[in-house]
Nanobody, 124 residues
Framework: QVRLVESGGGSVQAGGSLRLSCAASGYTFTDYCIGWFRQAPRKGREGVAL???????RYADSVKGRFAISKDSGKNTLYLQMNSLKPEDTAMYYC??????????????????WGQGTQVTVSS
């Protein structure tokens, strides 16, 4: 059974940094599309960044140049380094994965496995 557990969230002032981690069990990163999503209060869930099975990364325009996604296959852990944080980055951040590689994109509909989330709060 696939299990994803996020950690690393917290409260930070604008301009600060955080690194989120997602520990995966029950599968290995090979042949999976894996990514980070976020959901702010009263908003829908949106894609932040992903890594496809070939190692290609994609980012939402709103985080390009500030966030970096990476994975450590040996530790089966996914990371999201977030720099230059803004108040509008405040949200619950979720790790997600799926084997349907043809759906690999920044839409949450392409992901069937989800963690429970970690809260990120950025104050101005």
């Amino acid at each position: 059974q696939v299990r994803l557990v996020e950690s690393g969230g917290g409260s930070v002032q604008a301009g600060g940094s955080l690194r989120l981690s997602c520990a995966a069990s029950g599968y290995t990163f090979t042949d999976y599309c894996i990514g980070w999503f976020r959901q702010a209060p009263r908003k829908g869930r949106e894609g932040v960044a992903l890594i496809d099975s070939g190692g290609t990364t994609r980012y939402a325009d709103s985080v390009k140049g500030r966030f970096a996604i990476s994975k450590d296959s040996g530790k089966n852990t996914l990371y999201l380094q977030m720099n230059s944080l803004k108040p509008e980055d405040t949200a619950m951040y979720y790790c997600a994965a799926d084997t349907r590689l043809w759906l690999c994109g920044l839409s949450p509909e392409g992901f069937g496995y989800w963690g429970q989330g970690t809260q990120v709060t950025v104050s101005s």
